[in-house]
Structures are given as C-alpha cells and as structure tokens.
C-alpha cells in the first residue's frame, strides 16, 4: 500500500476533537515507552526527534498528526488504543507541531 492510502486508510481512528481533549503529559510517556525515537534515529541518523522538525514533513495538519500516529501505532505494533493514539498526537502537537 502507497504512504498516502496508508495514511488514508488510517484517518479514521483518532478525530481531531479527540486529541484537543486528549493528554499530552500521558502522550509524552507513551511515547518514551514505546522508544518512538529510536525508530525515528533509525530512519534519519542523529537525534530522533528532528522527524517531527525537517522542511520536508508530512505532516501539517492536526488531522495528519492524528493519522500518522495511527500509521506509526499500526506498523510497530504498540498495541494503543485510539485514546492512547490521541494522547500521543497532543503531546506530539504541544512538543513539535502547534497545530490549532
């Protein structure tokens, strides 16, 4: 499956108006277990963080937030619930992104 069908598929686990109510300080801890930067070092080198960073992101929307970390969630197989996915795009979007 193509990245966008992929993202596309996925849009409909977590809605925007769950991850404004959600938890960023629950997100930021579920990101640490889940060692989601050293997937991301593995993917660019360096500091894992810089994913969330770099001119060339796919992510710039709040939705497209909520949809990647759905994709992330699935390929690595966390085992998160759409809640847990939303609090994850909150800390993501207070930590990185600024999405309104």
């Known amino acids: 499956m193509k990245p966008n069908a992929l993202l596309l598929a996925a849009s409909c686990c977590v809605s925007v108006a ?5 938890d960023p300080a ?5 990101v640490v277990e889940a060692q989601c930067e050293n997937c991301h070092m593995d ?3 360096g500091d894992g963080s810089q994913i969330y ?3 060339d992101r796919r992510v710039n ?3 497209q937030l909520a949809t990647q970390v759905s994709v ?3 390929q690595l197989n966390t085992g998160w619930f759409p809640d847990d996915e939303a609090h994850v795009a909150a800390y993501l979007n207070q930590r ?3 999405f309104r």
């Open 18 to 22: 769950a991850v404004q109510a959600a």
């Open 26 to 30: 629950k997100g930021g801890e579920l």
């Open 43 to 45: 993917k660019l080198g």
């Open 53 to 55: 960073l770099r001119k």
């Open 61 to 63: 929307s709040l939705a």
């Open 72 to 74: 992330c969630n699935s």
């Open 96 to 98: 990185y992104y600024k």
